[in-house]
């Protein structure tokens, strides 16, 4: 994620970027996953997460001595997104995010991309588990992924049901709820986002809801 923020800031590669991607090729797995030790879900506390945000930050900061060295651990870590089984909305969006990463072509992502679509609850919303009440960090990310891994414009029918979702459910502050599922190991600073102890989730569900939203807009560039 550091190196994530640092490429949008328009940070160019050095010694500190090269530092961070040779941290991440001693972290892969042989069987070309990458994984974390944390148990936060939805965001941080399984193998997909872990994975798409390396496979990221690799494709942004290459290491051009060491090429054909990470082609192959790219292509090992395709293989393994190809074939592991995700269960959440969370490892379902990162599944797919990470395959457009790896390279992986538009047919070998369309099943991921199908399989994503169908999981949308009739109301436009996505639930981070079945039979659990859906959320705008389901939803936003599932949306981001769909339509930048997999491709899905933003006038497509499941699109607007989600963006529908979304401003139905925004709050009067401009913050959107989600309810935490992790075991509070931090304090929480009630001042600087609503929500209350669902804070650091909210705040991640209204940044996946507002890059959806953001989608929508024209492009004024």
């Known amino acids: ?3 994530m923020g640092m490429a949008a800031a328009g940070y160019r590669a050095d010694a500190l970027t090269d530092a961070h991607i040779h941290y991440l090729s001693l972290n892969q797995a ?4 990458f994984r974390n030790t944390s148990y936060r879900p939805p965001s941080e506390y399984g193998a997909f997460t872990t994975t798409a945000v390396a496979l990221r930050a690799i494709k942004l ?11 192959e651990r ?25 395959l457009a990463d790896a390279g992986a072509s538009t047919s070998e992502r369309a099943p991921f991309v199908k399989a994503l679509k169908s999981a949308q609850n009739q109301d436009g919303s996505w639930s981070q588990l079945a039979g659990v009440r859906s959320d705008a960090y389901a ?3 599932a949306l981001y992924a769909l339509h930048i891994a ?16 979304l401003l139905r459910n925004q709050l009067a502050d401009g913050s959107w709820f989600a309810p935490s599922r ?12 609503p929500n209350g102890w669902h804070q650091f989730i ?4 209204s940044s996946w809801a507002t890059m959806a939203l953001l989608f929508t807009l024209p492009d004024k560039r």
């Open 30 to 33: 042989l069987d070309g996953a």
């Open 74 to 98: 790219v292509n090992r870590a395709k293989r393994w997104l190809l074939s592991a089984k995700p269960f959440s909305i969370e490892e379902r969006s990162m599944q797919l995010i990470a």
């Open 1 to 3: 994620y550091t190196l």
């Open 182 to 193: 992790a075991i509070p190991v931090q304090p929480h600073t009630f001042e600087s986002f």
């Open 150 to 165: 997999g491709s899905i414009p933003t006038k497509d029918p499941v699109y607007q049901k989600g963006v529908e979702w």
């Open 61 to 71: 900061y290459p290491l051009p001595g060491r090429r054909e060295e990470f082609e």
């Open 202 to 205: 909210s705040e991640a569900a």
């Open 139 to 141: 939803t936003g990310q």
